[in-house]
């Protein structure tokens, strides 16, 4: 398996603009995590799914951030307007029993 | 008071010493991670436990349930060994309550 696939790798837009993260997680696991990391607070979880329902978004920052799970092997993350405070690197992980695995993340920079 | 607490926050040491990192949790856990991110920014999964001692080549980790308590040891450190060390536990639900971190640099 490739493991989980985040695209694009590096975003870079500017302020206002609509943006959208996604996420291929690995094949047969039934959990899927959506993570925004910054220097400032370090790793937050932002929502996450199980079986392509999503069960905790306290997370999410604002009515801004919205994410979907459409089918088992896709996921979306996305931000509109986009603002230069949401700039950091976004991580997908998938999880089947307790391990989660992580994507490479995408670095998303808003001027 | 944060439910996971790490120390040391930053560590640096030579390369050949023997590092320990502490991870503390104030919740009931199923299961325990340690994870690494270098600073190419992936992260990337150590071990999950949920009792007893694991080891993988140089890396040990340990977990007290009774003490809430985590260790993170690596034998032989090298440079190489230079990341991000993040612990990280599975809470009432099913989402992981993350440590801080501690950063550690190996000098050669």
């Known amino acids: 398996d490739a493991g989980v696939i985040q695209s694009p790798r590096h975003e870079v837009t500017e302020m206002g603009q609509e943006v959208t993260l996604r996420c291929k997680p690995i094949?047969?696991?039934?959990?899927l995590f959506w993570y925004r990391q910054t220097m400032m607070r370090g790793l937050e979880l932002l929502i996450y799914?199980?079986?392509?329902?999503?069960?905790?978004d306290s997370g999410m920052p604002e009515d801004r951030f919205s994410a979907k799970m459409p089918n088992a092997s896709f996921s979306t993350l996305k931000i509109q307007p986009s603002e230069p405070r949401d700039s950091a690197v976004y991580f997908c992980?998938?999880?089947?029993?307790?391990?989660?695995?992580f994507g490479p993340g995408t670095r998303l920079t808003v001027l | 008071k944060n439910e996971v607490e790490q120390s040391p926050q930053n560590l640096t040491a030579q390369e050949g010493e023997f590092i320990t990192i502490n991870c503390s949790y104030s919740?009931?856990?199923?299961?325990l991670h340690w994870l690494q991110q270098h600073p190419g920014g992936g992260i990337v999964s150590l071990f999950m436990?949920?009792?007893?001692?694991k080891k993988h080549g140089r890396l040990i980790a340990t977990i007290n349930i009774q003490e809430k308590h985590s260790s993170l040891h690596i034998t032989a450190s090298h440079p190489r060994d230079s990341a991000v060390y993040i612990c990280?536990?599975?809470?009432?639900?099913?989402?992981?309550?993350w440590g801080a971190g501690t950063k550690l640099i190996i000098k050669p």
């Open positions: 094949s047969g696991h039934d959990y």
């Open positions: 990280a536990v599975k809470g009432p639900n099913y989402q992981l309550i």
């Open positions: 992980a998938s999880s089947f029993y307790n391990e989660q695995f």
């Open positions: 799914f199980n079986n392509n329902v999503p069960i905790d």
């Open positions: 436990l949920s009792s007893g001692k």
């Open positions: 919740v009931g856990i199923s299961a």
